[in-house]
């Protein structure tokens, strides 16, 4: 084998690349070890990781909290499936549900962002009788067939061909292009409330209610896949029922990446009444509310909460949104939170490979101009400003 414990990246990368299938373009590091806002790579040089591994790492990498609860689990016991009870996974359901808006009383656990959103459409064909499912324009729901066919940005619908029938695309922020489409064949609209993927794109205020509306008018189920925007991103819990989300609730809430801090798990939260329409074996998934991901689960929140994050994340946030006035570059900054979309007037790829080199990790997006903000909940001003500062230097002389 080339790589012993401690190997060098140039070992690390040559192996994962002779032995993994080439689907992502990787950054060339490495990472070895997590702390709060920062990461360590295989040749003991420190990042400041404004992406959060993909939006997961909310709660920071490795949190002293989330790490003793799943240690402590992990010596009690690894796994059993939904036959039996669990007192940690009474813990991680009784406290989500009661973190999430009022109207939304129970929840299915499974394992990744679009299992949540598969369960949620079936769900919501199941309480409805009806087939069809209203996405939008920009919208990313996952990869598993239903989702990659609900998901109506760049080539994904193409990947997943033969798509899953009964998908419908509407146009994002626009109520009348919805109107036109929701008939009585139609069982759920869902959406990611801000488009991530799409270059962190937000609806005005009205239609988000005016959706709502619809969907009580035409006994529609409305979704909200918060995989991204819920658990603390935006500054609160979830963007479902806050005042930014102009307290709107859907029927079905999906979430997924930091719920877990890392470890794999995603979540339907679900209303009263479309649970009175779900019998036994109607879902199911064999890890879905396994102890260890629920043990996650329950400190995620528990850190959340003790820390203080919330509050953290719409401080921080406003002076982030201050500081990046002074960078000329900068077009405009979208979003809620820490899910930032700072647009440019040049190629955001040539500006995320700056940053890197200068040690700092944001994202891209399918939106060119649009650099993506996605750090862990525990980001501080002085963080901030030593991105800002990096930022107006390879702005300088870039974009
Ligand atoms: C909004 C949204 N929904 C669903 C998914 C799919 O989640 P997963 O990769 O855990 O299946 C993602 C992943 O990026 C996402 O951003």
């Known amino acids: ?106 929840v299915f656990f499974c394992n990744s962002g679009t299992e949540a959103n598969e369960n949620a459409m079936r769900m919501a064909r199941m309480s409805t009788g009806r087939e069809n ?17 609900a998901t109506f940005l760049g080539k994904y619908r193409e990947i997943g061909k033969p798509n899953v029938p009964g998908h419908i695309e509407a146009r994002f922020g626009d109520i009348g292009s919805v109107r036109q489409l929701a008939n009585e064949s139609v069982a759920a609209i869902m959406l990611e409330p801000i488009q991530s993927m799409a270059g962190v794109r937000m609806a005005a205020p009205q ?13 529609i189920v409305l979704i909200y896949d918060e995989v991204q925007t819920g658990v603390g991103r935006t500054g609160e819990w979830f963007f479902a029922g806050s005042k930014t989300g102009h ?63 919330l509050a953290n994340v719409r401080d921080v946030e406003t002076y982030l949104r201050s500081r990046l006035k002074e960078v000329e570059q900068v077009v405009s900054v979208r979003g809620l939170g820490f899910l930032l979309g700072i647009e440019f007037a040049g190629k955001a790829a040539t500006v995320h490979k700056s940053l890197l080199d200068r040690k700092i990790i944001t994202g891209t997006s399918s939106n060119p101009r649009v650099l993506r903000l996605l750090p862990p909940l525990c980001l501080k001003r002085a963080e901030v400003d030593q991105f800002v500062d990096a930022l107006t230097q390879v702005t300088k002389t870039e974009p």
Request: net charge negative.
């Open 1 to 106: 084998m080339n790589v012993e414990t401690g190997a060098t990246f140039a070992d690390i990368a040559a192996s994962e690349e002779q032995f993994q299938l080439a689907t992502y373009k990787k950054m060339a590091i490495a990472a070895e070890r997590g702390e709060g806002v920062w990461i360590y790579t295989s040749e003991g040089e420190k990042y400041l990781d404004l992406y959060g591994g993909h939006a997961v790492a909310g709660t920071g990498h490795c949190h002293p909290h989330v790490v003793a609860r799943i240690r402590e689990q992990s010596e009690r016991l690894l796994f059993y499936s939904n036959l039996v009870y669990s007192e940690v996974r009474a813990q991680a359901a009784e406290k989500l549900v009661s973190l999430a808006p009022e109207h939304l009383t129970k």
């Open 133 to 149: 499912i209203i996405t939008f324009d920009g919208g990313f729901h996952g990869r598993t067939a239903d989702a990659i066919s």
């Open 207 to 219: 239609f988000y209610r005016d959706l709502r509306e619809l969907c009580d008018e035409r006994r």
């Open 247 to 309: 307290r709107v609730v859907p029927d079905v809430l999906t979430l997924a990446k930091a719920l877990g801090s890392g470890i794999p798990v995603g979540a339907c939260l679900v209303s009263d009444k479309i649970a009175s329409h779900i019998k036994e074996n109607d879902l199911g998934t064999t890890f879905g509310g396994g102890m260890i991901a629920m043990a996650a689960v329950a400190a995620t929140l528990e850190a959340i909460e003790q820390d203080q994050m």
